[in-house]
T-cell receptor, first 114, second 118 residues
Framework: AQSVTQLGSHVSVSEGALVLLRCNYS??????LFWYVQYPNQGLQLLLK??????LVKGINGFEAEFKKSETSFHLTKPSAHMSDAAVYFC????????????FGKGITLSVRP | GAVVSQHPSRVICKSGTSVKIECRSL??????MFWYRQFPKQSLMLMAT?????????EQGVEKDKFLINHASLTLSTLTVTSAHPEDSSFYIC??????????????FGEGSRLTVL
């Protein structure tokens, strides 16, 4: 079984401030982890993914995430928020194996204040 | 990355009619596609797994006679909402995975389709 927990539903930061979106996972086997972003009325776009290579993963738009097995976490960060980062962010987990499926967290809405 | 296209992006229909939504993988072959439903300010709910050349696998609680899925080719899956009612109004999103995603689970998503049933 696998699951993802994204605590809180909304994060608000000032433009230029650090963005930190938290994700904790549960998996009975080594997981694959993903962060997706959804802009209004659009589908999901992959930001970055962890697939058992480097634990610090860099993605698009300046985002990065670090896989910490001891903490079962995969938090998403960006050093400096931009207005265009305002969106909903989903953390997702899957397990290696045939016919693997993604399990999504509830999503976090990021607001960026001018 | 792989591109998935979904059409139409918005559709409004009268209660009792049927609506078809198409999902295409544009630059890769997708033996498996997934259909999700998303309610306002909520996460994605997996409705069904669409397998090319075979019957779709529906998640518990999803009416297969209401939501007909056809995956007739390696690049096209369709979702038909039959006899639509206002409670079927929602944002429907399809996704597909490449051969590499078969073991990692990575998905590429369409743009989504906003269905409004009057």
């Amino acid at each position: 079984a696998q699951s993802v927990t994204q605590l809180g539903s909304h994060v608000s930061v000032s433009e230029g401030a650090l963005v930190l979106l938290r994700c904790n996972y549960s998996s009975s086997v080594p997981p694959y982890l993903f962060w997706y972003v959804q802009y209004p009325n659009q589908g999901l776009q992959l930001l970055l993914k962890y697939t058992s290579a480097a634990t610090l993963v860099k993605g698009i738009n300046g985002f990065e995430a670090e896989f910490k097995k001891s903490e079962t976490s995969f938090h998403l960060t960006k050093p400096s928020a931009h207005m265009s980062d305002a969106a909903v962010y989903f953390c997702a987990v899957s397990q290696a194996g045939a016919n693997s499926k993604l399990t999504f967290g509830k999503g976090i809405t990021l607001s960026v204040r001018p | 990355g792989a591109v998935v296209s979904q059409h139409p992006s918005r559709v409004i229909c009268k209660s009792g009619t049927s609506v078809k939504i198409e999902c295409r993988s544009l630059d890769f072959q997708a033996t498996t596609m997934f259909w999700y439903r998303q309610f306002p300010k909520q996460s994605l709910m997996l409705m069904a797994t669409s397998n090319e050349g075979s019957k779709a696998t529906y998640e518990q609680g999803v009416e297969k006679d209401k939501f007909l899925i056809n995956h007739a080719s390696l690049t096209l899956s369709t979702l038909t909402v039959t006899s639509a009612h206002p409670e079927d109004s929602s944002f429907y999103i399809c996704s597909a995975r490449t051969s590499g995603g078969f073991t990692t689970g990575e998905l590429f998503f369409g743009e989504g389709s906003r269905l409004t049933v009057l």
